[in-house]
């Protein structure tokens, strides 16, 4: 089966600038996160969505990012404007509703780059 | 609050030998689940384990074991025989459930810089 699918790979912004992100995740599954993993850090939540509604959002910089799942399938996260400290990459996941048997799936990220 | 301790934040070994990566945690929920994540530099995390946290039993996977103990908090992933190709960031991760029945937010470690020398 295809795995998520991410999109662009690498991004590279002047700061105040706006930026997007797209997810797709696997075909079934329900519920989809998107995680900013700083460099020599762990991946940390920025939203977890489940279909088209937000299940967490404790974590996301509300005042300048923003994302959405109209249809409960792709995503998109948003930054705007950006700072210096946004540099990161962004990994977006998506993982089976309805069963705690499951694992969270990766996709190979974007890296962004705020200059 | 959830929170995940690695330690080692980079180990060398030499092909062949075994390695083994320590995880700490710690949480306040009675069930909870516990993963190791590798990634390698293409950046794409990649899952290798799960364990749930009413199930202590220590199990073999090919070249991969853990060993969980709830007393200790600790889940630690051991490579046999390591090779050049396991060369990454392993990461540990914690997660509680949403809702009863949907995998929660993962809590990572800061992940540990495995090199195999050949």
């Known amino acids: 089966e295809a795995g998520v699918a991410q999109s662009p790979r690498y991004k590279i912004i002047e700061k105040r600038q706006s930026v997007a992100f797209w997810c797709n995740p696997i075909?079934?599954?329900?519920?989809l996160y998107w995680y900013q993993q700083i460099l020599g850090q762990g991946p940390k939540l920025l939203i977890q969505?489940?279909?088209?509604?937000?299940?967490?959002d404790s974590q996301l910089p509300k005042d300048r990012f923003s994302a959405e799942r109209l249809k409960g399938v792709d995503s998109t996260l948003k930054i705007q404007p950006a700072k210096l400290e946004d540099s990161a990459v962004y990994l977006c996941?998506?993982?089976?509703?309805?069963?705690?048997?499951?694992?969270?799936?990766f996709g190979q990220g974007t890296r962004l780059t705020v200059v | 609050a959830q929170k995940v301790t690695q330690a080692q934040t980079e180990i060398s070994v030499v092909e062949k030998e075994d390695v083994t990566l320590d995880c700490v945690y710690e949480?306040?929920?009675?069930?909870?689940?516990l993963f190791w994540y590798k990634q390698p530099p293409s950046g794409e995390l990649v899952f290798l384990i799960r364990?749930?946290?009413?199930?202590?039993q220590n199990e073999i996977s090919g070249r991969y074991s853990w060993n969980f103990q709830k007393s200790t908090s600790s889940f630690n992933f051991t490579i046999t025989a390591s090779q050049v190709v396991d060369s990454a960031v392993y990461f540990c991760?914690?997660?509680?459930?949403?809702?009863?029945?949907?995998?929660?937010?993962?809590?990572f470690g800061r992940g540990t810089q495995l090199t195999v020398w050949p």
């Open positions: 949480t306040r929920d009675t069930t909870y689940y």
């Open positions: 996941a998506s993982s089976l509703e309805g069963t705690l048997n499951t694992e969270a799936f």
């Open positions: 075909s079934g599954h329900a519920t």
């Open positions: 991760a914690l997660s509680e459930a949403n809702r009863g029945s949907t995998l929660g937010r993962l809590y």
């Open positions: 969505f489940q279909n088209n509604g937000v299940v967490d």
């Open positions: 364990r749930n946290s009413f199930d202590e």
